[in-house]
């Protein structure tokens, strides 16, 4: 048969082109994924990226999960404004040490220049807490819990996409408290919200922790960390909560008059979760071959490929048309039914965008009144009985999901060394990367030599963890912490 | 019984102060239902604000509603930068005329003063049609359908809370097509989508229409509208559909291999709505209490109000929480048992939030084992046995979604006049605002007149009205359309 117009217009689109392998050039699949899925595309202007349609509806996903959560733990949403007068960001002097060298600055309005500059907002700190000194009078108005979904720009120099970008989404709660109990609880709590959706939904598992001084939010008391490591080795912050102490009460004045008569300053927490999340989907869950989404965050579930032989075209059309409108309630679907493209060339795009399972429908599966069922993250195939399919289904993609995570936490654990002495640790670090479980004295100076000698930070100070070491793995000295080192993102 | 400490302390916060009637100021009303009920507070940057939880909520509602539709249409949502170079704004023509004069300016990024200026964006045609250049190629990749939910800078001179702001937020779909035929299906299409939201979920009538030329969009072929009257009389575009032809298309090359070989410019659309839409609910269905809200709308839809005398006040409370738990799966309630407030400064805070049922329920209910509802909208009282309440509450919300929209239905017919007659025109607009319908020349000059001489704007040419008349109303001459008339917001 001729090739008709159509069907070399679909060839050359060459829409599923071999992606680098991770052992070849790590960077470079991680692109090639994200652009081949057309997950993203980079923007005209330097750190900026759009997020198209198929990255975005796993962004979605993330916002209907996670948001459940967040209102489930009492929060509300609301919504602050982009632009913070200079003067503002400039009131807590760790703040604006921290944020001023990276903000984008906006000078003119309309035909207008400023009289005082505005920041992009690269975090809502200040303009939040000027509004909350104003709202909160009473102990009666405390607590305050309001999140807030935005985007916020980080005027970054080497950006990479979904994990360092300079315009990014993210969600970013901020809570006043009567007590700094309450502030330690709430910011721990948030932290256990992070933790369990990224193990559940997510099917990435976290070390959780806080950070060390050195590395803490600037304008925080403490900060405390959920830490992912990827599948080359380096780890990744996937969310921070931060205790504020009243550091920013006490320069905002935000005071309320308690049971007690007396005027004081609240306690405040801050956290928050980005769109580095889907970077870190990417690179805890996929392969050679591509993405593999968790089926609990995963926009399309399944996946109908009929095969379209020229004898039995209408029936199987039919019947695939047919199985999509039962499994529909079931799962989330997609019946891919183009004509253009032939079944192999549809597996491999399917493939590529990580859709958990892909059910196969043939001529001979319809005389057999069955499908195929091909998981994406192992590839194993199951005959199933159509009847049966609706029961099977959910259960595949909860094994899947389970399979899922626990292939990341063997990663992780195959990958975490510990050890005492400094040599091994360089060693590690540049030879196999990973976490690396050891003890600290506490001293900045033996952090940052750390970091100069091996480009890895203090990811955290575990929780419930301890190295059983007693001497500072740099300088040998009584230590004081138990704390991860990792190369990270 | 002594005032204690707390009871105080409540009286003191004075929640439920005075709205200043609309007959005695209708802005000040404005200003005053949005400020006491928390729906938002002004920042610190002129003409920018805060969304507060209760004002929020109601976005949320429009995002859910209004979300689920351009879905179901087809569209699939993405989001792309906030920053658009200088020369991407300045590429067509009409636009960067239309939008240049109110645009945010970024100059600076950290220290880096910036080669080319950037422009916070009032509008996304330019940075979308920009990566809509490289996504398209061939007949196959379109029709593309994308719709994003975002934040978008104007720099207005006089701005109002939800109606004008520097900063709002809204949705912003930007669809490609093969065809003239197409793009103007799809155009018309979400002006339905538009008008059908606003009537069935907010409860608020529209007209549909066409923009005359001085209206339209900056780069359009044609604007649609669905416009709204205000309770003072005045218009309010509520939503926009553009038919923006090839004009993005040919400056940003954005072609397509059709299915005849031919490299054809591809049609496109935008249209979109914003928070806007709140400043409309509150001024088409509030009163001199405060707010009405629609009940499919509301985020509150009923409150339970306990009257706890001494003697009943556990039997009372437990029955309270009895009925909640029972209702909650039937509608979105709450149930106020605060005890530091009165049930009278209970009726009126919710009252003045627009809660559209309170349900009251004290010790002599409990004894005939009854409720009683009372509705927002008519201040009308019903007793409800328990038992039926789950059963007529649904029904009772869904009357009242109709009764509010029937009243602003019945409002806007009585304030719509028509005529021939300039003096007649000029009066009723000065002196009773409403729609004036009429009939025009077409002719800029007739329009521009009559905004000096009325401060009203052609609204639309409507769809399915036509006014009887000959003779453009301005001057005399033979008329081309029928218009709507109205001072706008």
């Not at 599923?16 to 652009?35: C, F």
């Not at 990827?230 to 931060?242: E, I, K, N, V, Y």
Request: contains cysteine; negative net charge.
């Amino acid at each position: 048969m001729e090739l008709s117009r159509r069907e070399a217009a679909a060839q050359s689109k060459d829409f599923v082109k071999e992606i680098t392998p991770q052992a070849v050039d790590y960077s470079q699949w991680y692109i090639d994924v994200i652009t081949k899925t057309e997950m993203m595309d980079y923007a005209p202007v330097k750190g900026c990226m759009a997020i198209r349609p198929f990255g975005f509806a796993i962004w979605e996903k993330i916002q209907e999960l996670l948001g459940a959560r967040i209102k489930a733990t009492g929060h509300e949403n609301a919504y602050f404004p982009l632009f913070i007068p200079q003067g503002l960001l400039q009131k807590e002097a760790e703040h604006v040490e921290g944020f001023a060298p990276e903000v984008a600055w906006v000078t003119k309005g309309g035909d207008e220049v400023l009289a005082e500059p505005l920041v992009v907002r690269p975090t809502s700190e200040a303009i939040i807490c000027d509004f909350y000194s104003r709202w909160i009078q009473s102990w009666r108005d405390l607590p305050v819990l309001i999140n807030q979904w935005c985007n916020v720009v980080r005027w970054e120099k080497a950006t990479r996409p979904f994990l360092r970008t300079s315009e990014f989404l993210w969600q970013e709660g901020h809570t006043c408290h009567r007590t700094e109990a309450e502030a330690e609880e709430e910011t721990l709590k948030m932290l256990e919200v992070y933790r369990e959706f990224l193990e559940t939904e997510m099917a990435i598992p976290v070390i959780t922790g806080r950070k060390s001084e050195r590395e803490k939010f600037a304008g925080a008391l403490r900060t405390y960390t959920v830490e992912a490591l990827m599948s080359d080795g380096r780890a990744l912050q996937a969310g921070t909560s931060h205790n504020l102490g009243q550091h920013f009460a006490k320069v905002f004045d935000i005071t309320f008059l308690d049971q007690d008569d007396q005027l004081k300053y609240v306690w405040q927490t801050s956290w928050g979760v980005s769109t580095r999340l889907i970077g870190a989907l990417i690179m805890v869950h996929g392969d050679d071959r591509g993405l593999k989404l968790p089926p609990r965050l995963a926009p399309i579930q399944a996946v109908i490929v009929p095969i379209l032989s020229k004898k039995a075209r209408e029936q199987v059309l039919a019947a695939a048309r047919d199985l999509a409108e039962r499994l529909k309630e079931v799962v989330r679907l997609k019946l891919d039914d183009r004509e253009e493209y032939s079944p192999g060339w549809k597996y491999n795009e399917w493939e590529m965008k990580g859709v958990p399972v892909r059910i196969e429908l043939g001529p001979r599966d319809l005389e057999k009144n069955q499908v195929v069922l091909v998981r994406r993250d192992s590839g194993a195939r199951e005959a199933v009985p159509a009847a049966e399919l609706p029961a099977r289904l959910p259960v595949l993609l909860e094994e899947i999901q389970q399979a899922l995570f626990q292939q990341a936490l063997q990663f992780r654990e195959a990958n975490t060394r510990s050890g005492s002495d400094y040599r091994h640790f360089v060693e590690t670090m540049e030879q196999k990367r990973g976490f690396y479980l050891t003890a600290w004295c506490g001293k900045e100076e033996c952090e940052l030599k750390a970091k100069e000698d091996t480009k890895a930070t203090i990811r955290c100070i575990p929780f419930g963890v301890e190295s059983g070491y007693e001497h500072c793995i740099v300088c040998g000295e009584k230590a004081k912490e138990t704390v991860y080192f990792a190369r990270a993102y």
